[in-house]
């Protein structure tokens, strides 16, 4: 089955840029989503089909997709945006399923 | 504005079935452009997908799960269901729903706790 690597933490002071990656085989031939989990709550999809964004989600959130890691980059990281972040991409090669990266813990310094 | 909401036991014993229910808002689930899918968190662990409903009644599972799940749709109602036989600790988790008009997440429930303990 598909397996998608997420680092399991990134750290970040307020106003610069994170960047989070995830990556797959070939992944760029995917499309991946992204979601958003702030503790206690559901998690909120940021970027979908690679860098396209759901309404109401600042433009600061931004997504990419090439070779074998797709990328979420955050520019003017406010604290309102430490969470745990997932990629997610659906795999139709082996199995018809959904597979989740294991997700990435972003702190605000 | 299309809201998801689960419901059902909040402990179940080991061995038993769990059995929930995702009551649709917003949307007919009997609609031909959603999926309506189960997604479960085990505390402090990551996001696992579960599996989609389509609204044909047409489901599919992940592979890890398969021999114990089935998700049944109920137009009457504009539900969706979840059942998972055999549940032992390893299925303690927060269990999502979510609807999607496309291979993602778009819309989630806020999620309900099931705990398997006896």
């Known amino acids: 089955s598909y397996v998608l690597t997420q680092s399991p933490s990134v750290s970040v002071a307020p106003g610069r840029t994170a960047r989070m990656t995830c990556g797959g085989n070939k992944i760029e031939t995917k499309s991946v989503h992204w979601y958003q989990q702030k503790p206690g709550q559901a998690p909120v999809l940021v970027i979908y089909?690679?860098?396209d964004r759901p309404s109401g989600i600042p433009e600061r959130f931004s997504g990419s997709n090439s070779g074998n890691t797709a990328t979420l980059t955050i520019t003017g990281v406010e604290a309102g945006d430490e969470a745990d972040y997932y990629c997610q991409v659906w795999d139709s090669t082996s199995d018809d399923q959904a597979v989740f990266g294991g997700g990435t813990k972003l702190t605000v310094l | 504005q299309v809201q998801l909401q689960e419901s059902g036991p909040g402990l179940v014993k080991p061995s038993e079935t769990l059995s929930l229910t995702c009551t649709v808002s917003?949307?007919?689930?009997?609609?031909?452009?959603?999926?309506l899918s189960w997604i479960r968190q085990s505390p402090g662990k990551g996001l696992e997908w579960i599996g989609y409903?389509?609204?044909?009644?047409?489901?599919t599972y992940n592979p890890s799960l398969t021999s114990r799940v089935t998700i049944s749709i109920d137009t009457s109602k504009n539900q969706f269901s979840l059942k998972l036989r055999s549940m032992t600790a390893a299925d303690t988790a927060v269990y999502y729903c979510a609807c999607s008009s496309g291979r993602l997440f778009d819309s989630w429930g806020q999620g309900t706790l099931v705990t398997v303990s006896s």
């Open positions: 409903i389509y609204y044909s009644g047409s489901a």
């Open positions: 089909y690679d860098s």
């Open positions: 917003g949307f007919p689930v009997s609609s031909n452009t959603y999926y």
